[in-house]
Nanobody, 121 residues
Framework: QVQLVESGGGLVQAGGSLRLSCAASGRTFGMCWFRQAPGNEREFVAAISGSGGAEIYAEIVQGRFTISRDDAKNMVYLRMNNVNAEDTAVYYC?????????????????WGQGTQVTVSS
């Protein structure tokens, strides 16, 4: 059983930056970030493989967001640059039992409670 706790959310101005953190209670494999805006379905943002050697991104955040991990600290991060109003959402960290990168939320067994990101224009 892996517990995940997100942090780092808050209010940021459009064009600004924010770094989200996800603390895991133990070793993790494939990790990801999803987000959910009010009235919308949960959507994939970014994923990183268990080795950290592979990353994939949603097209809408490609080039602006960067996912990374520090296994010594059992941490995963999401660096968000040049944010805009469409990035406003609750951001969730999730962990898979497998080492790959996946866009399908069904591949992730463990989920955090989420952290709110609000972008002001």
């Amino acid at each position: 059983q892996v517990q995940l706790v997100e942090s780092g959310g808050g209010l940021v101005q459009a064009g600004g930056s924010l770094r989200l953190s996800c603390a895991a209670s133990g070793r993790t494999f494939g990790m990801c970030w999803f987000r959910q805006a009010p009235g919308n379905e949960r959507e994939f943002v970014a994923a990183i493989s268990g080795s950290g050697g592979a990353e994939i991104y949603a097209e809408i955040v490609q080039g602006r967001f960067t996912i990374s991990r520090d296994d010594a600290k059992n941490m995963v991060y999401l660096r968000m640059n040049n944010v805009n109003a469409e990035d406003t959402a609750v951001y969730y960290c999730a962990a898979s039992d497998y080492a790959g990168t996946y866009r399908d939320p069904k591949r992730y067994r463990y989920w955090g409670q989420g952290t709110q990101v609000t972008v002001s224009s």
